[in-house]
């Protein structure tokens, strides 16, 4: 009898902890899931912003605006190339570092010494999980709280019209599902 309650008491242990394992990957799944749809409705946002704006100057700041928001980001901005394609002037950016900057006309070379520069040279994604570890990023004065940033080429055709930066006050808070998602939105804006 002892013996079989002790069996009995071991099972059910095994059981709890079988759903304690169960439970934490469905918390996942559904968090996962809840992200992608975040996403999923931004660009649907963003695509419904892009054909009701009248006024071209406004979408940038929209569009920076939005993804802060439903990303819950520290700071979002847009740079653009410029005319003599030597700079990343930037054209949109979200709270009062952003506006700082761009009453500033606030810029960074095209190279490697910045993470849009990097990214606008390459026409790739970029990704700093730790801003005070990545060589290329550049400490910005105006955005001190920033932990981790992703950089995203804005393309269009052949061509490198400029990048996006996004910026989180925690490390490593972006991965390879957050470049594709934001690249999915950073490609629909560049039309």
């Known amino acids: 009898l002892t013996r079989g309650l002790s069996n009995s008491l071991k099972n059910t242990q095994s059981l709890i902890q079988q759903t304690v394992e169960e439970r934490e990957i469905s918390e996942k799944v559904s968090e996962n899931l809840e992200k992608r749809l975040v996403t ?25 605006n939005l993804l802060k928001d439903r990303f819950q980001l520290y700071y979002v901005g847009i740079f653009l190339v410029d005319e003599r394609q030597r700079f990343a002037v930037l054209e949109a950016g979200t709270g009062e570092a952003g506006q700082k900057m761009i009453g500033e006309n606030y810029k960074l070379p095209i190279g490697e010494t ?53 910026q989180s006050e925690k490390e490593a808070a972006f991965d390879q599902d957050d470049i594709t998602a934001l690249q999915g939105i950073t490609d629909t804006l560049s039309i």
């Open 40 to 64: 999923i409705r931004t660009a649907a946002e963003i695509s419904r912003i892009i054909s009701g704006v009248l006024e071209p100057g406004q979408l940038p700041q929209e569009v920076v």
């Open 114 to 166: 910045s993470m849009i520069g990097w990214t606008i040279t390459r026409g790739q994604a970029r990704i700093a999980l730790d801003v005070g570890m990545d060589a290329v990023r550049f400490a910005n004065p105006h955005l001190p709280m920033t932990r981790s940033e992703l950089a995203l080429p804005i393309i269009a055709g052949e061509r490198t019209l400029g990048a996006i930066t996004v």
